[in-house]
């Protein structure tokens, strides 16, 4: 016999394995998160072995009072991890043996660490999910208090980067509150298929035990069972589904990120970040950095990754369980606490955000925002809309010359261009007569803006 300190798998082994090996192959530094869901699975396993005879009325109750202790340890960061006992789950289980004796040994019955890790797995990330649809709900929030608030405030809208047409900053702030309403649904439709009970496929095969997982599975809050053993342990889609949504967030908040940052630079000057989210340089006194948003866009990167990671560690394997899986935990527990952090913060910084309406007013009068009124206007006289497009080059290349906004042309300098336009044309061509002219649902006009975000309130209440 060796002397290999993992006694819940060694009887079979000749020698012990090397130091570099056990951490190798330890998870217990990372998946000791899980401690917890670990404790909760195993004593809604525990309960249904006592109810299905498989365990007595005694052992449960010294299972359960043995848990509340180690529980209480772990909460009090007095539990003592070992390496020696690779991961959480022998971790916990070693130390309720200890604990409670023979008892301990008996929780196993009819479980493997294959079908409990998976449980664990999906207890961890269900929460994580439900704090994160609410963190994405408080980000909404911070946007629509913005976008009320700038519901008339003009700005130029870009396409190319390019000014393009007037739009107001309650509108453009509504399109991140769009864009995280899919977030959020895709992360509650996700964790429909999080929550489904793997326990009771033990090791692949299932068990000879007469568990019944549909109890197990309602003691833990699942939805539904996973209906083949095979698949339940190998199974990993539902963390790469949930991270492919993460990065999904973090490629919104990647892009809101963009625009902050532009909009901070003295060229745009549309917004100032509150000093406590950007930081100094080293070397030029003057600089105030938007870092967050840069870090945002950053880590993005680090998200992305994570979901490739987990695609990749899934492609090879055949079924059912292979020690791979354990590479699981990392990226997804970064990914959560990566979010999680970038959605917390992001609300706190938005909340924060100085609008600068002078600046993105003067800079939407630079670009001949409203050309395309002014085709609209001509259209709506009666030319065709081709003509239309072609007479108002015209006027821009004409004006662009002069140095002139397209509103500041004479009415003389206007009709050499058609002699469709009027006195009336003055109100199409303010940024003002544009904004409103878009009313309709998903236009920019200050109303529908308006309309939009009680809408979205009424929604995010219900
Ligand atoms: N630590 C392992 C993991 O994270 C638990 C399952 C181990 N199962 C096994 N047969 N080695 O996946």
Redesign the pocket.
């Known amino acids: 016999m060796q002397d290999n300190a993992n006694k819940t798998?060694s009887g079979r082994f000749n020698e012990p394995v090397s130091e570099l090996v056990k951490r190798y192959t330890?998870?217990?530094s990372f998946?000791k998160r899980m401690a917890e869901v670990d404790i909760q699975g195993s004593l809604a396993h525990a309960t249904m072995l006592n109810k299905v005879g498989v365990l007595s009325d005694e052992d449960l109750r010294a299972i359960q009072g043995g848990m509340a202790d180690i529980l209480d340890d772990i909460r009090h960061g007095t539990f003592d991890w070992s390496l020696d006992l690779?991961?959480?789950?022998m971790n916990v289980e070693r130390r309720l043996t200890e604990k409670i004796g023979d008892a301990g040994k008996r929780l196993h019955t009819g479980r493997?660490?294959?079908d409990?890790?998976?449980t664990d797995i999906r207890l961890y990330l269900r929460g994580a999910i439900d704090l994160l649809v609410g963190l994405v709900a408080d980000l909404q929030t911070s946007l629509l208090e913005l976008a009320d608030k700038h519901a008339a405030t003009v700005m130029p809208g870009f396409t190319h980067l390019q000014v393009a047409q007037p739009v107001t900053f309650g509108h453009h702030m509504l399109a991140y509150v769009e864009m995280l309403g899919r977030d959020a649904e895709r992360l509650t439709d996700c964790r429909r298929r999080v929550n489904r009970l793997p326990l009771g496929s033990a090791?692949l095969a299932g068990t000879t035990f007469p568990v019944d997982r549909r109890m197990t599975a309602a003691l833990l809050g699942f939805e539904g069972v996973c209906e083949n053993s095979l698949d339940a342990v190998s199974d990993r889609d539902f963390a790469i589904e949930f991270t492919a949504a993460a990065a999904l967030i973090m490629t919104h908040l990647s892009r809101l990120s963009e625009e902050l940052i532009l909009w901070m630079s003295p060229r745009f000057g549309f917004i100032d970040i509150a000093d406590r989210f950007c930081t100094g340089s080293s070397i030029m006194p003057q600089k105030k950095n938007p870092d967050v948003p840069e870090l945002v866009r950053g880590k993005t990167g680090r998200v992305n990754g994570s979901l490739i990671s987990l695609l990749t560690l899934m492609k090879g394997q055949p079924l059912a369980?292979n020690?791979d899986?354990?590479e699981?935990?990392e990226p997804l527990f970064d990914t959560v606490d990566t979010l999680t952090d970038t959605l917390r913060i992001y609300a706190d910084m938005m909340r924060g955000i100085t609008v600068k309406p002078e600046a993105m007013e003067r800079a939407a009068r630079q670009g001949f925002a409203t050309a395309t009124d002014l085709a609209d206007y001509l259209v709506k006289k009666g030319l065709a809309f081709r003509d239309a497009h072609e007479a108002v080059a015209l006027a821009v290349r004409y004006a662009e010359e002069k140095r002139k906004d397209l509103s500041d042309l004479t009415m003389v300098e206007l009709q050499s261009f058609s002699p469709l336009i009027d006195a009336k044309i003055f109100d199409v061509l303010t940024l003002e007569g544009s904004l409103a002219a878009r009313d309709h649902v998903g236009g920019t006009a200050p109303n529908q803006v308006r309309m939009q975000v009680a809408r979205w309130r009424e929604k995010l209440a219900g």
């Open positions: 798998w330890a998870s217990v998946d690779e991961d959480v789950h493997s660490r294959n409990q890790v998976a090791a369980y020690k899986n354990q699981d935990k």
